[in-house]
């Protein structure tokens, strides 16, 4: 059973900086893909930042490059999102995924190739 888990979320002003964690554990073999998803109130669930194979191949929503950088740890089982120059715009709930579907390391941000999923954890934005 896959289990992922997020933590770190918290409460910031804009410009601040948050580390995100995603534990993973359950896999009988490494996902291709290993991604953050955020889905703010009212809106889709949006991908953001997405580790392919490895982590040697990243994508980052146009909205995050720049500030935000996801990593692996040294045992492939956890994921991060550090995230700088926060924007009020960046709150939401984010969501750790993982897919099995080699299909996602062509489509990292579509939510349907991912059959894994955190329970999420708030991020919150003030300006």
């Known amino acids: 059973q896959v289990r992922l888990v997020e933590s770190g979320g918290d409460s910031v002003q804009a410009g601040g900086s948050l580390r995100l964690s995603c534990a993973a554990s359950g896999y009988t073999s490494m996902p291709y893909c290993m991604t953050w998803f955020r889905q703010a109130p009212g809106k889709e669930r949006e991908g953001v930042a997405a580790?392919?194979?490895?982590?040697?191949?990243?994508h980052y929503d146009e909205s995050v490059k720049g500030r935000f950088t996801i990593s692996k740890g040294n045992f492939k089982n956890t994921l991060y999102l550090q995230m700088n120059s926060l924007k009020p715009e960046d709150a939401a709930m984010y969501y750790c995924?993982?897919?099995?579907?080699?299909?996602?390391?062509?489509?990292?941000?579509?939510?349907?190739?991912?059959?894994?999923w955190g329970q999420g954890t708030q991020v919150t934005v003030s300006s």
């Open positions: 995924a993982a897919s099995d579907n080699f299909a996602c390391r062509g489509l990292p941000f579509d939510r349907s190739k991912y059959g894994y």
């Open positions: 580790s392919i194979d490895s982590g040697d191949t990243t």
